[in-house]
């Protein structure tokens, strides 16, 4: 079977646009853009030099492969809307199984790059693991070279190990991000700089690389200071949201054996 | 009044002990270092050189200034146990006031690294905000001084404001370091390995410098995929806590503006 030379997005959004993007600096060839609000594939076409394409059924149906990187939600409806297609059909679901393809498929597989993505800032690629699963054996080897063009770490993984990797990304990077949030707010309140915490920030995600998170583990209710604990809850009282965030996870913490 | 030249270390714990050796490193002399536990200030002053002091009233009355880096719930002790000392009295706690010094210590000051310390872990002092205050003026010059020894930043903070970003800071730090180990807890289950995760917490991080924590924000909470916020919840059902805290920080995320 020929290399993926070619591919089609299905998708505008930040994992079809940087993942557009990263496809051409290789020197993958992009045969169109679809996404259901047409000025995005536009958008999206024009940044990248390629065909945006309005409808569905309108797709080329000569591409190597397809990559369907829309919202799960709208993914089962946008892959009943599309015509058959015998090229190589993937998603890039951490959640979605490849039960999502219509029987009507018969090469389907997932290409999952473990990374967050945001408008308007690069990332580099090459250490970025992707997630691979494909329903035939012979295609995932297809898709293991096509993600070797962009990353050195390409991991094979099944649907019910990736939703578990999904699942703890989103506390690794989701909730974490949240967690600076609610410290930019705490310090706007009172008219203070978050860039303050920046050094603090970077240090804590720095010590990852070295040490576990239980060893990286520090702060009141490691050190089980339970003065502090008070008079942090007692100047959170006006804030429930953050009271209760501060309070469950404290109890967390002091649960934690580092040793 | 002379520059702070000479600086006995109360505690011997991360803090101290990185100030010990960050002080030393710039040629401030350490004329001696207590800490309640004698064979902890024995190893401390072993590494750096120093003298150990077995009892608090065998402090050496002619330093220039007194570094108390001790846990803020036994600080209030340590003091009261102190000799009468005439030399410059500071605290490096983030939530601790002035009034933590009884009376008859006449200058009296804090001196805040704010950043997290790990045993074994060097850090770079030179980009760490310290957060300084002090009873009297001209104390406040000394004290700029001699963190200026170590780090660029330097800041006049009050007890109010240094409380408030310490609490942000706990929130920044010690529970987005939280949140990575939920992340590795999780992966463990499946015997799935943490640094698989790596370059996307360094991602996350990453974005920090750039982007504000709103318009970093990514995810199916973010996204309002409540197809996988259910699948998330139904996967931890077994784990009360961490689906609480998901379900919690979930539904804050949601009403994040980032526009």
Redesign the interface.
């Known amino acids: 079977m020929r290399a993926i030379q070619t591919v089609v997005i299905v998708g505008s959004g ?1 994992v079809a646009s940087h993942l557009a993007f990263a496809f051409k600096e290789v020197g993958i060839q992009l045969l169109g853009i679809y996404s259901r609000h047409y000025e995005n594939a536009q958008e999206l076409a024009a940044k990248t030099g390629v065909k945006a394409i309005r409808n569905l059924q309108e797709i080329p149906l000569d591409a190597d492969a397809y990559l369907y990187a829309v ?3 709208v993914l089962p409806e946008v892959l009943k809307n599309s015509p058959d297609i015998e090229g190589l059909m993937m998603h890039t679901s ?2 979605v199984g490849l039960d999502v393809f219509p029987d009507r498929f018969k090469r389907t597989a997932v290409f999952y790059p ?5 408008k308007d ?1 690069e ?1 580099d690629f090459s ?3 992707i997630l691979i699963e494909s329903k035939n054996k012979a295609d995932l080897k297809l898709i293991d070279a096509l993600g070797r063009n962009l990353s050195t ?1 390409i ?1 094979i993984t099944n649907s ?2 990736r ?3 999904h ?18 707010d ?2 706007q ?2 008219g ?1 700089d ?1 860039n ?10 720095d ?17 089980k ?4 604990l008070n ?2 809850l007692e ?2 009282k006006h804030n429930p ?2 009271l ?3 309070h ?2 404290s109890e ?2 002091q649960k ?1 054996n580092s040793k």
């Open positions: 930040n919202n799960d939600v951490g959640t473990l990374q967050t993505f945001t800032k990332v250490a970025i693991p770490s991991r019910e190990q939703k578990q990797i699942l703890a990304a989103v506390f690794a990077c989701n909730f974490s991000n949240y967690m600076f949030y609610i410290a930019q705490l310090l309140e009172k203070l978050f303050l915490l920046k050094p603090l920030i970077n240090e804590t995600v010590k990852i690389n070295t040490l576990s998170p239980a060893e990286s583990q520090t702060g009141p209710a490691k050190r200071d339970f003065a502090t008079k942090h100047m959170l949201v953050y209760n965030i501060y469950s996870i967390q913490i934690i």
